[in-house]
Nanobody, 116 residues
Framework: VQLVESGGGLVQPGGSLRLSCAAS????????MSWYRQALGKDRELVAG????????NYVGSLKGRFTIFRDNGKNTVYLQMNNLKPEDTAMYYC??????????WGQGTQVTVSS
């Protein structure tokens, strides 16, 4: 099983990034996917989640409107579009796959730094 995040980097405040998480080794279309983030010295927190079909999405309240989660089951990839980025969005971003029970997988993360 692999989850490989990409798309992070350094961006100025107000800028945008699109993160990708490419999955392999499991039936991607049967798993709910989520993005989490962890800032230095803080706990990991949920950013957004999407159901296996993509029909249901949810966001942490303060991020709704700036972040969009979506998936392409044909490409086994989940995305996080992040707009109007702020310095407080700086964190390591992780994707997580959940297939019920103990079927939980995490990626290694991609760093997002928002700074001028």
């Amino acid at each position: 099983v692999q989850l490989v995040e990409s798309g992070g980097g350094l961006v100025q405040p107000g800028g945008s990034l699109r993160l990708s998480c490419a999955a392999s080794g499991f039936t991607f279309s049967s798993y709910a996917m989520s993005w989490y983030r962890q800032a230095l010295g803080k706990d990991r927190e949920l950013v957004a989640g999407i159901s296996s079909s993509g029909g249901v999405v949810n966001y942490v309240g303060s991020l709704k409107g700036r972040f969009t989660i979506f998936r392409d089951n044909g490409k086994n990839t989940v995305y996080l579009q992040m707009n109007n980025l702020k310095p407080e969005d700086t964190a390591m971003y992780y994707c997580r796959a959940y297939g019920g029970g103990d079927n939980v997988y995490w990626g290694q993360g991609t760093q997002v730094t928002v700074s001028s």
